[in-house]
């Protein structure tokens, strides 16, 4: 079923600390990779806000290159940004649920194979990957399309989106909700 964002009038945005190889722009909105074509990784970036329930966080891949294996890896951590460590790749990060390839991580331990059916590295440009929190349950989505329950039990408290422009892909821009 297609995923419908909560709206909130507040959509949300990347915070300022990221990656030494992200570079934040457009009002927060849009992440890239500086020297793509000589780096595949450390581009990590975290959401400003903490994930809202049933509003869901969704970005489009802008842009990718042929240079290298791996695209776009998704997730959620518990870490707030001030206090956020940021990684060479979110893959087998700790205090994080993540979807990598076809598959979802807990804390650097794989717990779902196959899970969705579809593999983020096959995306394309234009295409979109989101999380969505439903109380202590995390989906995934591609293209709207939400992929299922990849974990139901998330900590009560604050838990922040997390993107990881890896790889092939080079740019990604949050998708606003629509009005309504």
Known sequence: PKMASAPTGEGYRFHHLCGRRA??????????????????????????????????????????VPTWTGSVLIG???????????????????????????CVWRNGEKILNSYGHQRL???????????????SCLHFLVNGKDLGVAEMHLPF?????IIDIYGQCTKVTIVEPPAG
């Open 23 to 64: 570079k934040i722009s457009n009002r927060s909105r849009t992440a890239e990779r500086t020297q793509s074509r000589g780096e595949f990784n450390n581009a990590v970036v975290i959401t400003s806000q903490p994930l809202r329930d049933h509003e869901a966080l969704q970005v489009k891949i802008d842009s990718k």
């Open 121 to 135: 590295a096959f995306l394309s440009e234009g295409d979109t990957v989101g999380i969505v929190r439903r109380g």
């Open 157 to 161: 408290g604050r838990v922040y989106g």
């Open 76 to 102: 959620a951590t518990s870490t707030p940004p001030g206090n956020f460590t940021f990684p060479p790749s979110i893959s087998g990060l700790a205090s994080a649920w993540v979807c990598n390839g076809e």
